[in-house]
């Protein structure tokens, strides 16, 4: 069975290196996608969208979580 996790990823822009990863609870994804517009040919949100700092502090606050603001951040699609 293949599973699908979502995460907020945040990459150091000297270093190009992942320096933040939180994994979006299943239950909080329906609050997160009423925040991120998805492209028209991508309706579960399998491709990585760049977010920034504004949007990426709205979905980490669903969470009650905090970010750095000196990093990129990317709404990003895994599956095992």
Known sequence: MTTVTR????YDPDTER????????????ID????????????????N???DI???NDIMGI??????QNLK?????ETH
């Open 7 to 10: 995460q907020i990823v945040g």
């Open 18 to 29: 992942v320096a933040f990863e939180y994994f979006i609870p299943v239950d909080k994804w």
């Open 32 to 47: 997160v996608v009423q925040l991120v517009k998805r492209n028209d040919d991508d309706p579960y949100y399998i491709y």
């Open 49 to 51: 969208y760049a977010l």
């Open 54 to 56: 504004s949007l990426t």
């Open 63 to 68: 969470m009650g979580q905090r970010v750095a």
């Open 73 to 77: 951040y990317f709404l990003e699609c």
